[in-house]
């Protein structure tokens, strides 16, 4: 088990600011044990994706290279090699993102059962045991959204906030995929403008510090172009071959994909708030718990 220096009480309504806040101490005061069960359970997973990214973006130069299409160097198997890539990619990024979902969801739910610490077994195996609700909760919210934005943006966005509490739904009240996915509404009705208001500013904070790590394969990417020089090189234009450009873009798709850790515990800390308003969960366990307490 592992301890931590000062307990988080999530089951509790919050501000917005509140939510900011506890999001970031959570994870500073369990950073070592929370990220360190994060790359035990999904590293694997992580590193299949981040592989199947090269290999992909690896691909997509030999097909957008002019010279190697031009000569003999296009393969008929291109096509081929192209379908798997994009397959091992897409797969893998969606065991990826759902096994840390499902990771950070049961570490907290360890956290707050245990009473600030954790158990990495119970975590384990409540993470492997949802895994096929999370990914049929994950695809019935990608399509919600995706269908949604498709008519307007407006519908996807309004669709996008309640959805992404619904994996806290499915993991901490137990519920299955439809209901996890019908009770989100239910939850966040008259609160909607709050939650979008929390997911929007998180979104900005964790989009402005991955940008500040992908300027290193920007600004690489624009001298290779000869952007700085004013001289553009035609050859250069395509750098997707390019080992140090792959090195660089992958490296920050790993930072967005851990700096994503950061959205995924302040959708907890809403879920919570939302259910405190809602039902006073937190409010009747610690009044059940002060009756046990008066009683011995």
Same mark, same amino acid.
């Given at each position: 088990?592992?301890?931590?220096?000062? =307990?988080?009480?999530? #089951? #509790?309504?919050?501000?917005?600011?509140?939510?900011?806040?506890?999001?970031?101490? @959570?994870? !500073?005061?369990?950073? #070592?044990?929370?990220?360190?069960?994060?790359? #035990? +359970?999904?590293?694997?997973?992580?590193?299949?994706?981040?592989?199947?990214?090269? @290999?992909?973006?690896?691909?997509?130069?030999?097909?957008?290279?002019?010279?190697?299409?031009?000569?003999?160097?296009?393969?008929?198997?291109?096509?081929?090699?192209?379908?798997?890539?994009?397959?091992?990619?897409?797969?893998?990024?969606?065991?990826?993102?759902?096994? &840390?979902?499902?990771?950070?969801?049961?570490?907290?739910?360890?956290?707050?059962?245990?009473?600030?610490?954790?158990?990495?077994?119970?975590? !384990?195996?409540?993470?492997?045991?949802?895994?096929?609700?999370? +990914?049929?909760?994950?695809?019935?919210?990608?399509?919600?959204? @995706?269908?949604?934005?498709?008519?307007?943006?407006?519908?996807?966005?309004?669709?996008?906030?309640?959805?992404?509490?619904?994996? &806290?739904?499915?993991?901490?009240?137990?519920?299955?995929?439809?209901?996890?996915?019908?009770?989100?509404?239910?939850?966040?009705?008259?609160?909607?403008?709050?939650?979008?208001?929390?997911?929007?500013?998180?979104?900005?904070?964790?989009?402005?510090?991955?940008?500040?790590?992908?300027?290193?394969?920007?600004?690489?990417?624009?001298?290779?172009?000869?952007?700085?020089?004013?001289?553009?090189? &035609?050859?250069?234009?395509?750098?997707?071959?390019?080992?140090? =450009?792959?090195?660089?873009?992958?490296?920050?798709?790993?930072?967005?994909?851990?700096?994503?850790?950061?959205?995924?515990?302040?959708? &907890?800390?809403?879920?919570?708030?939302?259910?405190?308003?809602?039902?006073?969960?937190?409010?009747?366990? !610690?009044?059940?718990?002060?009756?046990?307490?008066?009683?011995?």
């Amino acid at each position: 088990m592992q301890t931590t220096n000062k =307990y988080i009480e999530f #089951k #509790k309504q919050r501000e917005l600011g509140e939510i900011l806040s506890d999001s970031f101490g @959570f994870i !500073r005061n369990e950073f #070592k044990p929370f990220f360190g069960t994060i790359l #035990k +359970i999904v590293g694997p997973y992580i590193l299949a994706m981040l592989i199947s990214m090269g @290999f992909y973006m690896y691909t997509i130069g030999d097909v957008f290279n002019l010279t190697a299409i031009g000569g003999n160097q296009f393969s008929a198997f291109s096509p081929v090699i192209m379908v798997i890539s994009v397959l091992a990619l897409m797969l893998s990024s969606i065991a990826a993102y759902v096994l &840390a979902q499902g990771t950070v969801l049961y570490y907290i739910k360890s956290y707050i059962d245990h009473k600030g610490t954790t158990d990495f077994d119970e975590i !384990r195996q409540g993470v492997y045991g949802s895994f096929w609700s999370l +990914i049929g909760l994950g695809i019935l919210v990608g399509l919600s959204v @995706f269908i949604g934005a498709m008519f307007c943006l407006l519908p996807g966005i309004y669709l996008a906030v309640p959805l992404s509490i619904s994996f &806290a739904i499915l993991v901490f009240l137990k519920k299955d995929t439809m209901d996890s996915y019908q009770y989100s509404f239910s939850l966040i009705k008259e609160n909607w403008w709050i939650t979008f208001a929390t997911l929007f500013i998180i979104y900005i904070i964790v989009m402005v510090a991955t940008y500040a790590f992908s300027l290193p394969g920007a600004i690489y990417t624009w001298i290779k172009m000869g952007v700085f020089s004013g001289e553009m090189d &035609a050859e250069n234009m395509s750098l997707f071959n390019d080992p140090i =450009y792959l090195f660089l873009n992958i490296l920050s798709s790993l930072v967005q994909f851990l700096m994503n850790i950061i959205l995924l515990v302040a959708t &907890a800390l809403i879920f919570f708030n939302l259910n405190e308003k809602k039902n006073f969960t937190g409010t009747f366990e !610690r009044i059940e718990s002060l009756g046990k307490s008066s009683e011995e």
